[in-house]
Nanobody, 120 residues
């Protein structure tokens, strides 16, 4: 059974930092793109950052220069280092990954979400 397990969320003051982790496991042959999305109350889910298997990255304009996405292929893990956090970064953060399973099917999978709250 595929699992994307996130960790690292919490409460932080504005200007602080947090590091999110997301580990994928369960019948995985290979991993394609990985990324982080967030959803604030009353808003649509939006892309925060993504990273390809080759390491190319993409960021939302609102987090450029403050957030860094990275991945550890050996650990099937993607990270999101968040610095200079702002109250408007408050949201539930979701990990996403494109996974090639042992039955040779690709699928789009999501983590359960982790709350990030930035106080002013």
């Amino acid at each position: 059974q595929v699992q994307l397990v996130e960790s690292g969320g919490g409460l932080v003051q504005a200007g602080g930092s947090l590091r999110l982790s997301c580990a994928a496991s369960g019948g995985i042959l290979s991993i394609g793109d990985m990324g982080w999305y967030r959803q604030a109350p009353g808003k649509q889910r939006e892309l925060v950052a993504s990273i390809t298997k080759g390491g190319s990255t993409n960021y939302a304009d609102s987090v450029k220069g403050r957030f860094t996405v990275s991945r550890d292929t050996a650990k099937n893990t993607v990270y999101l280092q968040m610095n200079s956090l702002k109250p408007e970064d408050t949201a539930v953060y979701y990990c996403n990954a494109q996974l090639l399973m042992y039955d040779l099917t690709w699928g789009d999978y999501w983590g359960q979400g982790t709350q990030v709250t930035v106080s002013s």
